[in-house]
Every structure is written in structure tokens, then in C-alpha cells.
């Protein structure tokens, strides 16, 4: 997992408002029978329109008007299928075979071993595995290598923090290694090479004064700076992991002048519990690996494929880091923040050490003669990465691609971050393979399969795979289904998505029989009913909670580059209640098996449910007649931020003589011409297959509709106008991120003009959306 935006402490709720191969081919199978025209009168759905409120109107009429609800009427037309005949079956098939003790024996087979991304593990082994059992189950399977610039440590020069005495004797050394907690690491700790790292860091030796900077945010160098008039440059800073991408740690320290960085867990953020083996919190030794890359992709093949016949510019263009930067754990960075003086940190700076947290700048008395040493050896090749893709042909529109996902490197073991995934993705391609065998079921589009490489490096596999494909998936791709972790804690289901997918989570999840039997006691039977109760809405009429997408994962460039709608699921804790940045030993060693079956599930029973949530999800929108997207949800959505925008910087905008009148018009528009075309589905002719596909095209299209192909200011990758990641975090899915990061800026440097056009651009593409919804 590359990025979270709510695994960093980031509350999606707040809408970022404050702050070499073939081409992919394509084949035709035995197009499915026509079935009767769908049992739903217009004045029926006209009904719906006055009746109900306009979030359950798509329910009524997009899902609705698909095979859904009138399962014995259309379904024959939605897929191939021999022994069956209505939706309820087929999904019965599905349940049924997916097991969970082959989700087991995946995972034992995926993070038994390290696996980062380059190595012959990963990228032989793993790969071998994964290409085997496809090419039995799938109707095909495709390799795609790319040569791209990683990161490693070095093996005999590990990376250190250190102290310095001024003979130049040197103690407090940092571990390069974290301790064997249990006699199954005792025995595998062994295999692990590579000495803690962050990738891309880069390499120097730095000695100096240590400045504790909280966060290492925005607002907390302009705390320090401005405020608390501590002057950081030619300091080497130390911050907390945690509220942002760490990479945006690396270029704000960078920015501000210091000599370099090192970031540590804090207990307050990644142990709240007993620490692990006795609890899942992070052990005091810990540490953290992760990327530094802000760009994403191939560092040296910007916008273009990594293959072998591209041009790679020189490394100092890349924009990667050019100051040391390291992670260290609880347990070391307790030294060194010991060792340091000055006045005490703010009181919401303190984290969870048992200490009186200092500013620095100076050591105390007991280390007067000493400076803080940073150490970083790291080194960065170009190496072969490779994405296996798998796919089943469709029945009717083999053009059109369902696409799921997941990436299969990891930083060490990865039990959770990424193999609980990988382990899912492979039972649900089985499962479907042997559906397709059998002859009992083919979908009427192709589904894809994606193993993607190198994402932890910063969405590498995927980020390429997008750019050699991106013609074609601009018009051909359906859907992406993103599942990073499949499960990182047992009380809820948790997705973040375009909100066109919000409808069918709801009706998929209303299916799926609850895993947490103490749940199912309470009456909440289904997946969707613990959901609600955690994640209960308000402004959303009731329904669960569905986060934005930022840049934390491999949908990124699917939604950022092609306007694939898109999202990420999975299983997590109760993040409400645990104010904890990610689950604790996330990217650490101890991110294995033992601690996926002690602490989370013993029994696979809640990565069976989320094998069933995804592959249901992609089965709906592999059959479905009328693809299951919403675009009432979305309009919506897009008025609701328009409305928290305006709210809350109605002042300082009028005070500039701006106003949003234009944009409130342009997302009514919207909202019209979405009603408008669920009107049209409402009156569809399902046996009429070019209708059906031009009614299709309207809704698959409409991401696309929200794409800058000039891309956001400054950010030429990030082009989608209503959400991309924000400039201040790139965690941090921003709803239209180019006007809100705009309307930031301008209150600190008064130009309110390119407030002015990034408003026009944003009024501009919400009128093409609404266009692209209805005829000329």
C-alpha cells in the first residue's frame, strides 16, 4: 500500500475543503441469447422520480432497470448461462465456491517469504505462481515487463541515525533490523536482506542539531519557523510518521532547509493497544519502510510506458529527493528526542513517548558535545518489474473490460498490505475460471485480472501499464476494482470511491452474510448492516459512508489518467474510535501470517466476505445489462461540495469580488440532464442492443467528461477537475482540488486570480459533463 488517505489520519468527511508487449487483444465468444424487454413501465419510474428522494431513484431505476430486479425477465440477455437462469443463481454459484481455506493457502504461498519489488521472489517466483494457475483457469494470461528505476539499501552500508561525540566516537546507534518477537520470526527474520530504508531517500552523510517538527506538515514548518522562531535550516529534523504521505514529509524539509530527515512511529499513532506479540500494536522496535516518490510511476519515464524503447531522462530531473532521509523506530527515536533541549513542543505536538517532547536546536546538558549523525546509502537501479494480467473473454462485449485489482509486492513479508488481497484476487479468478470451464456461466463483458508490480515504490505497475494502454482504455475500460488490503481489522467494510459506484457497494454488500457472528446476534445479517451502523451518514440520507479517492493506491491512474470510474474496498478497525494513522505494524517485519491469523482473522472468515463483495461487484458490472452506475450520486455529490465550498469561503470570496453562482448553475445541470438519462434508462428497449450500449456508453463515459487533459496547475498527471489528490497531501483525495487548493493559496498570497480560473475551468467541465449525458 503506497498511499492511504485515511489510513493517514486524513477525514475524507472534510472533502480536502480546509487545508515492448502486444496491445491488449480482443476475441469474441458465443454472444448470449436476446432475453424480454425489462417489466417497468415509465409512469412507474416517473413515480419513483416524485416519490422517492433522488439517492434511491438510481437504486429504483439504473439498478433496478439491470437484471437486478427483474432477475427472471432480462438476465439471459446480461450473460451466457447454462443450469441457471436469474441473478440469485449465479451469485449462489459464486458464493458457494469461493472457500476460504484456499484464501489461506494463498496467503501461505504469497507472504511466506520477502517479496520486494525486483527481487527474484517477486518477480520470478511469485510471478511463475500466479502465470501457472491463470493460464489453467483464466481464457488467457499476459506478462507485462517494464524497466524502471527502484531504490535499495545497502546490504553492507546500512542506513543509521546515530550520536556524535565531538572525538568523533560514535553511540545510540539506530537498528538497522527489527527483533524476532516469536519463534516463527526467529526462524524466518533471517531471510530479511534489505536493512530498513525509505525508498528513493537520497544518499549522504549529515551531522547536526536535531528539531523535532511534529508532523512535519505545512503548518507545522510554518509553526516552528514563524512561530516558535526556530530556524531549521542546516538542521537535521525528526517528525512523527502519520497525517500526510511521508513524501511530502521529504520535499517540505527539503523545502525549508534542513540537511535531512528522519521519521519515527509514534506510540500515539500506531500502538494504542499492547504491543505485539501480547497486542496488535507496533512493538517499540518497529519501523516503517515506505516511498518517498511524489511523482508516481517510473521516475525516469514520465507520462510515458517504461518499456524498452523509451527515453529516460537524467535522474537530477526526476524531482526525487536530493537530502538523506530515514525511519527509525519508537524505541530509537526515545533517544534521540531525550537527548534534545530547548523550549517544549506545543501540547498538541506531544505524542505518546514518555517524555516531555523539546523543539531541539540544542541538546541538553547530558549531550552538550554531541550531534545527531544521518547515515543513507541507498542506492537506486534500473530493474525489470513485471504485471501479469489475466482475463475472461465476454459473451456479448468482449470490448468492454471489468477491471480488478491488486498489487503484489510488499516491503518485507506483507501478510496484509498486499497479500490478504492477492490471496482474495486469486480464489475469485478460480472461482470464476472454473464458472467459465464448467460452462455453467460467461459474463457478457470480459473481466480483467491485474497483479500489478512495484507498487510500493510508488503505483510503478500499474501507473506504466496505464500509460501504454491508455487509448484504450479511455475507451474500452468499464470499471476498476481496487482491493490493496483485503483486511487490516474485523469491525466494519469500509470503501472509498467515485460516487457513480455508491449505489451497487449498497445493494452488493446488502447481500453478503455477515462474517462477525456477534454482529449477526445484534440482527445485522449482511455486511452492509455493520457498515451502516459504523459508518452511519447523516448528510447521506442514512447510508454508509463512501470516502474519495485520492492517490493511495493502483486506481489512481485509472481515475486520474483514463477517467475510469473506480474504487477501493476493504475490511478495517473501527477508525473512529482508534485515532490510529494505519493499522500498527503496517510496512514493518511484522506485517506476517502469525500476526494476520492471531489479531485479525484466524478463520479467513472476513476475507471470504470481501472475496465475495469483490467478485460480486465485478460480476454486477460484467453482466448487468445497464451497467450499475450511478450518475444521480454523483451529481449530487457534487452539488453537496460545491455547497461546503461556497460555505466556508463565501467571505474571503466576496471580499474579491467572486461568486459561485455559475457553478451552483452548472452542477444543477448536471443533476438535470443525470435524472434525465435515468428517465431514459426508465424507457429503455433491453433487447435493443445498440440502445442499450449507447445508454451504456453515457454512463461509463462520464468520469472521463471530468478530465483537464491540460491536467491540475502544476500537476500535469493529476486531470481529473472534481477529484485528484490535494497539492498539500497526497494522501488526501481533495474534491476539486485545483479550485479548493487555489482559494488555500490565495489566502496566503492574495492572488485571487487563479482562484478566478480554476473556478471557470471547474464551471466549464461540469456543462461537459451534462452534455455528454444527453443528445445535441
Not at 530527515?261 to 509514534?266: P, R, T
Amino acid at each position: 500500500m503506497y498511499r492511504r488517505g485515511l489510513r493517514e489520519g486524513m477525514d475524507t468527511r472534510q472533502y480536502g475543503y480546509d487545508q515492448q508487449t502486444e496491445p491488449l487483444s480482443s476475441r469474441s465468444v458465443s454472444k448470449s441469447p436476446h432475453s424480454k424487454r425489462l417489466n417497468i413501465s415509465k409512469g412507474k419510474a416517473i413515480g419513483l422520480l416524485v416519490l422517492l428522494p433522488l439517492f434511491t431513484l438510481v437504486i429504483g431505476l439504473l439498478i433496478g432497470l439491470s437484471s437486478h430486479t427483474s432477475r427472471s425477465d432480462d438476465f439471459a440477455t446480461s450473460s451466457v448461462i447454462v443450469d441457471t437462469s436469474t441473478q440469485q443463481d449465479v451469485r449462489d454459484l459464486l458464493f458457494n465456491n469461493l472457500k476460504a481455506e484456499n484464501i489461506k493457502r494463498n496467503l501461505k504461498a504469497l507472504a511466506s517469504k520477502v517479496h520486494l519489488a525486483g527481487t527474484s521472489q517477486e518477480e520470478d517466483i511469485l510471478v511463475d505462481l500466479i502465470v501457472n494457475n491463470w493460464k489453467e483457469q483464466l481464457d488467457e494470461v499476459k506478462v507485462y515487463p517494464y524497466d524502471v528505476l527502484l531504490s535499495v539499501p545497502n546490504e553492507k552500508d546500512p542506513n543509521y541515525v546515530a550520536m556524535k561525540n565531538s572525538d568523533g566516537s560514535i553511540s545510540h546507534k539506530s537498528k538497522a533490523y527489527e527483533s524476532p518477537l516469536t519463534p516463527w520470526e526467529e526462524e524466518n527474520f533471517k531471510t530479511i536482506k534489505q536493512p530498513t530504508f525509505l525508498s528513493y531517500a537520497a544518499a549522504g552523510h549529515v551531522e547536526g542539531q536535531l528539531v523535532f517538527v511534529n508532523y512535519g506538515r505545512v503548518q507545522d514548518f510554518e509553526t516552528i519557523s514563524r512561530t516558535l522562531n526556530i530556524d531549521v535550516r542546516g538542521k537535521i529534523c525528526i517528525v512523527k510518521f502519520g497525517k500526510i504521505f511521508r513524501g511530502d514529509k521529504a520535499i517540505y524539509a527539503e523545502r525549508n532547509g534542513c540537511s535531512g530527515l528522519i521519521m519515527y512511529s509514534d506510540p500515539a499513532d500506531y500502538s494504542s493497544d499492547s504491543t505485539y506479540p501480547n497486542g496488535w500494536g507496533l512493538p517499540p522496535d518497529g519501523v516503517q519502510r515506505g516511498s518517498l516518490h511524489l511523482r508516481d510511476g517510473d521516475p525516469l519515464t514520465p507520462f510515458y510506458p517504461s518499456i524498452k524503447s523509451s527515453y529516460r531522462i537524467p535522474e537530477n530531473e526526476t524531482g526525487l529527493p536530493t537530502i538523506p532521509v530515514q525511519p527509525i523506530s519508537a524505541e530509537d527515536a526515545l533517544i534521540y528526542l531525550s537527548s534534545i533541549g530547548g523550549d517544549s513542543a506545543p501540547s498538541d505536538w506531544m505524542g505518546g513517548l514518555n517524555i516531555t517532547y523539546k523543539l531541539g536546536g540544542k541538546m541538553t546538558d547530558d549531550f552538550a558535545n554531541h550531534n545527531i549523525v544521518l547515515h543513507v546509502a541507498n542506492t537506486r537501479p534500473i530493474t525489470e518489474v513485471k504485471n501479469i494480467i489475466g482475463f475472461i473473454r465476454g459473451s456479448v462485449e468482449p470490448d468492454r473490460y471489468v477491471m480488478i485489482g491488486n498489487h503484489r509486492d510488499a516491503w518485507v513479508f506483507g501478510a496484509l498490505d498486499p497479500s490478504s488481497g492477492t490471496a482474495v484476487m486469486l480464489e475469485v479468478a478460480r472461482v470464476m475460471g472454473e464458472m467459465v470451464k464448467s460452462g455453467k456461466w460467461r459474463p457478457r463483458r470480459s473481466i480483467v485480472f491485474c497483479s500489478w508490480a512495484a507498487e510500493e515504490y510508488g503505483l510503478i505497475g500499474s501507473i506504466e501499464w496505464v500509460e501504454q494502454f491508455e487509448k484504450k482504455l479511455l475507451m474500452n475500460a468499464v470499471t476498476y476494482l481496487n482491493v490493496d488490503i483485503a483486511v487490516q481489522g474485523t469491525a466494519t467494510f469500509r470503501a472509498r470511491a467515485t460516487p457513480n459506484l455508491r449505489s451497487i457497494l449498497y445493494e452488493v454488500t446488502k447481500e453478503v452474510p455477515n462474517p462477525d457472528p456477534k454482529e449477526v446476534a445484534n440482527n445485522r445479517p449482511t455486511v452492509y448492516d455493520t457498515w451502516k451502523k459504523v459508518y452511519y451518514d447523516k448528510n447521506n440520507n442514512g447510508r454508509p459512508f463512501v470516502g474519495f479517492l485520492g492517490s493511495g493506491s493502483d486506481y489512481m491512474m485509472f481515475v486520474q489518467k483514463t477517467g475510469v470510474s473506480s474504487l477501493d474496498i476493504r475490511y478495517t478497525f473501527d477508525e473512529h474510535n482508534k485515532k490510529l494513522s494505519s493499522y500498527p505494524v503496517y510496512h514493518s517485519a511484522h506485517d506476517t501470517i502469525e500476526y494476520f491469523e492471531k489479531f485479525l482473522d484466524p478463520d479467513y472468515k472476513f476475507s471470504l466476505a470481501m472475496a465475495r463483495i469483490w467478485g460480486d461487484l465485478a460480476r454486477r458490472f460484467a453482466d448487468d445489462s445497464v451497467i450499475p452506475f450511478n450518475p444521480i450520486d454523483y451529481a449530487e455529490q457534487i452539488r453537496d461540495m460545491i455547497n461546503i465550498i461556497d460555505k466556508n469561503n463565501a467571505k474571503q470570496l466576496a471580499e474579491n469580488g467572486i461568486r459561485l453562482d455559475g457553478l451552483h448553475s452548472a452542477a444543477e445541470t448536471l443533476l438535470k440532464s443525470s435524472i434525465d438519462l435515468a428517465r431514459d434508462i426508465s424507457n429503455i428497449n433491453i433487447t435493443n442492443f445498440l440502445q442499450v450500449r449507447e445508454l451504456n456508453d453515457k454512463l461509463m463515459y462520464l468520469d472521463r467528461a471530468f478530465l483537464d487533459f491540460q491536467g491540475l496547475p502544476g500537476r500535469p498527471y493529476f486531470r481529473h477537475v472534481v477529484f485528484a489528490p490535494s497539492v498539500h497531501d497526497s494522501y488526501a483525495g481533495a474534491g476539486f482540488s485545483g479550485l479548493t487548493d487555489a482559494i488555500y493559496e490565495a489566502k496566503r498570497d492574495g492572488n485571487w486570480e487563479k482562484v478566478k480560473k480554476q473556478l471557470s475551468i471547474t464551471t466549464f467541465h461540469l456543462l461537459s459533463a451534462a452534455s455528454t449525458l444527453t443528445k445535441f
